[in-house]
């Protein structure tokens, strides 16, 4: 059995983590494990961990570091069949060095957007809540206004995409990423890309992970997703 790939995408609100996430599922085949919809899943079907998860995040607060542990690492370390993306975990320095008890990284990409550029997309984004598909009505806006592509249900707006909102979950996500974020580059497995269009971040992206990802592994993964 083929080794594993294991890389993490980390960005602030609107950075275009899930965008991004989605791309390098459909072009390498990893499994895009996104923290958000986890947490969002619990919280739909009501378990100990959702109900408590969503207290903190009604309050636009992190959910505290052994929550988001106790819930993702017994999913990764599952995972040995599987290359993955996780997106939105680690978020914490605790966060990231249970992870790094668990597994060992290949590769951390860091999304360093400007403010403007956040405050601009998330004021446009809309979000299919049940399934979080994400739209955008400059970027990528649904067929037809106001509904999902493949539901035909009512997108929504989040709250805490609002501009107020944004400035003081930005803060917050730059205090506790630093540290985070210089872990990974003492690790020599940082690549951060800074730009205001995805598009223009995505050649990057896809070069990079050409050349880290094994073929045999990317092989491997696009014939079993396939
Ligand atoms: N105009 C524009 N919008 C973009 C671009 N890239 C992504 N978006 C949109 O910007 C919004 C944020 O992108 P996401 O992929 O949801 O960003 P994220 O980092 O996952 O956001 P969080 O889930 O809040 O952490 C979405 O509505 C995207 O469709 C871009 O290059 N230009
Ligand atoms: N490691 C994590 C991931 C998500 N979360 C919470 O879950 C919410 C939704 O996560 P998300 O990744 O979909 O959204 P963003 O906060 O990235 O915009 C976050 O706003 C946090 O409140 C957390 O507390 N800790």
New binding site residues.
């Given amino acids: 059995m083929s080794r594993l790939f294991r890389a993490v995408i980390m960005g ?3 950075s275009g ?2 965008t991004i996430s989605e791309r390098i599922a459909r072009g390498f085949g990893l499994q895009h494990l ?4 986890f ?2 899943e619990n919280i739909a079907s009501n378990t100990e961990a959702g109900v408590l ?1 969503k207290t ?2 009604e309050k ?4 505290p570091d052994h929550v ?1 542990t106790r819930l ?1 690492l017994p999913r990764l370390e599952e995972m040995t069949c599987h290359s993955w993306l996780l ?6 320095l605790a ?1 990231a060095e249970a992870l790094n008890s668990s597994c060992e990284l290949d590769l951390v990409i860091s999304l360093n957007i400007p403010l403007e550029t956040l405050k601009e997309r998330l004021s446009h984004r809309w979000i299919h809540q049940a399934s ?1 598909r994400v739209y955008n009505m400059c970027f990528n806006p649904p067929r037809v206004q106001g509904v999902d592509d493949i539901t035909g249900e009512p997108l929504i707006q ?1 709250d ?2 609002k501009p107020e909102a944004l400035v003081a ?1 930005l803060r917050h ?1 730059k205090d506790v990423a630093k540290p985070v974020i210089d872990v990974y580059k003492a690790k020599g497995i940082l690549h951060t890309f800074s730009d205001t269009d995805t598009d223009r971040i995505w050649p990057y992206i896809s070069s990079l992970l050409s050349a880290k990802i094994p073929t045999d592994i990317a092989d491997a993964q696009r014939a079993s997703t396939h």
């Fill in positions: 602030p609100p609107g983590k899930g996104s923290s958000g919809d947490l969002r998860a903190y995040i636009g607060l992190l959910v988001m993702l997106d939105g975990f680690p978020r914490t966060q979080g989040q805490d995409d979950r996500y």
